[in-house]
């Protein structure tokens, strides 16, 4: 590989990682008055990492390379895809959107400790133009959609994408009715305060346990918890506490350390390459719902944890058994927030958000009218009555975000979670006392060498394939509910 090339391509992982760390920080420590600031560097950032890409010389060294090996053929292939995109993008866009999307954290901030959409809605306007704009450029045959959707899951179309969270949702309806009709679980928080330091200091036993390097990572705090790889010695996640909410800060931890160990996974050797990435989105949720939920929800897990646990809180604890403490961990309930959505509803959400977006993306819903779309459709998947824009449309962070065709990738990572789960457990048949035993490392390590170590080299539906035989299909996530739910 040319010199030249391979310089290029570490200087733009390097300005990549310098990207996330600015924007991790701007949702940890930044001071609030350093927005505009900020919005001018990551704006500037953005601005010299796309000249970075799109340099004609760029594209002539990658003419000009023979891959001798098929590392070398998945390096370039993967390059070339995101310079064939970014050529497209005009640097001024790129920086109109670096800009409006810190300038709309800072009023969804604002919009959610005043409880009033208008405040985020002009912001909003911008991202929707911008990122339709953006669509455009792209190119796409006519699903403004598909474009956006490429950029987090390369090769899903709407047209594929609709059937599967169609029949996801078909699936689903019928399961939440039944366990509802059990009638709900008691729930052992229930009017308990749990210290959020004692909260803290079991996440972080959380992670060390689960395989997370803690020192080439660590845990903050924010509004919504998300992770950022910056590199694989230098991993950033953050989690949320409640005192009178422990499963938040508990479950948050799991999600977010497994997008962590994923980071932590890939090979040294393709340290500063887009190797050193995942190929989708999609795959990158699956990791951190398999951890969450197909873990982190299960008796064995608990067994090993709960006393753990309760030692932690034995006034509110102590007299709970594991049985209770499982049922209400797996508490089956419609609820308003994404993020604390049991397992068996979770894909309502998406698919509520999906319908959202394609709505903006098109022009058939305008920004002005989202709150009340979003309220309509959280009555019609959920049954539930919106009463605050915290429970509606200002909830999540990712439209501030202007990540439009991101939502899609939370269920397709639940389906191709489960799908992986399930091929672990039958290459080790005694995962379950591995778990119960609180050892880790087994299916850590299994991870590792079918997900993890492979990084980019494959598209994310050939990777789940080579590792358990079969890509993308809901047949594993639902079996796997029904043996949890029954």
């Known amino acids: 590989m040319h010199d030249a090339l391979l310089n290029r391509i570490h200087e733009l992982r390097d300005l990549a990682g310098v990207i996330n760390l600015a924007t991790w920080d701007q949702e940890t420590y930044m001071p609030r008055k350093a927005e505009a600031a900020r919005a001018s560097q990551l704006s500037t950032l953005q601005g010299l990492y796309h000249e970075r890409l799109v340099d004609p010389r760029v594209g002539e060294w990658l003419a000009s ?7 070398e053929q998945a390096l370039v292939r993967v390059l070339t895809r995101e310079r064939d995109r970014a050529v497209k993008l005009p640097s001024s866009l790129v920086k109109a959107l670096a800009e409006a999307q810190s300038h709309a954290l800072g009023a969804w901030r604002e919009a959610r400790e005043q409880q009033a959409f208008r405040l985020f809605q002009p912001k909003l306007e911008t991202l929707v133009r911008l990122r339709r704009e953006q669509a455009d450029a792209l190119g796409h045959d006519g699903e403004r959609y598909d474009a956006l959707l490429e950029g987090y899951e390369p090769g899903m179309r709407v047209a594929r994408l609709s059937p599967v969270l169609s029949s996801l949702v078909t699936k689903l309806e019928p399961l939440v009715a039944a366990i509802e009709a059990k009638g709900p679980p008691r729930d052992v928080f229930a009017g308990k305060r749990f210290p959020v330091d004692a909260q803290w200091a079991f996440t972080v036993e959380l992670l060390g346990a689960l395989g997370f390097d803690l020192d080439a990572g660590r845990q903050d705090r924010s509004i919504h918890p998300f992770s950022s790889g ?23 931890t799991i999600h977010e350390c497994g997008h962590g160990l994923y980071e932590q996974g890939f090979s040294p050797s393709d340290a500063r390459t887009p190797l ?39 006034q509110q604890l102590g007299g709970v058994d594991l049985d209770d403490f499982l049922a209400s961990v797996n508490r089956v309930e419609r609820s308003f927030v994404r993020v604390e959505a049991d397992e068996v509803t979770y894909n309502l959400h998406i698919a509520l958000r999906y319908e959202l977006e394609l709505g903006l993306v098109r022009g058939t819903l305008s920004v002005a009218d989202a709150e009340a779309a979003w309220n309509e459709k959280t009555k019609r998947f959920l049954g539930l009555t919106v009463t605050k824009p915290t ?13 439009f065709g991101y939502f899609p990738t939370y269920a397709l990572g639940n389906l191709y979670g489960a799908t992986l789960f399930a091929a672990a457990r039958r290459a080790r048949p005694g995962l379950d006392g591995e778990l119960a035993a609180g050892t880790f490392d087994g299916l850590l390590s299994w991870l590792r060498e079918h997900v993890h170590r492979p990084g980019a080299r494959l598209d994310a539906e050939d ?12 047949d594993d996530f639902i079996a796997a509910l029904q043996a949890r739910y029954g």
């Open 65 to 71: 390379l023979t891959p001798s090996t098929a590392d």
């Open 463 to 474: 990777l789940v394939r080579q590792a358990t035989g079969h890509g993308l299909r809901d």
């Open 391 to 403: 429970d509606g449309v200002l909830q999540d962070i990712h439209w501030a975000w202007g990540e």
């Open 230 to 252: 910056l590199s694989a010695t230098d991993v950033r996640l953050t989690t949320r506490l409640s005192d009178t909410q422990p499963l938040s800060a508990i479950f948050g």
């Open 276 to 314: 050193a990435q995942s190929p989708s989105m999609g795959l990158h949720e699956s990791q951190s719902r398999l951890w969450e939920n197909l873990v982190g929800r299960s008796r064995p897990f608990w067994t090993f944890f709960y006393p753990r646990l309760v030692a932690r809180f034995p």
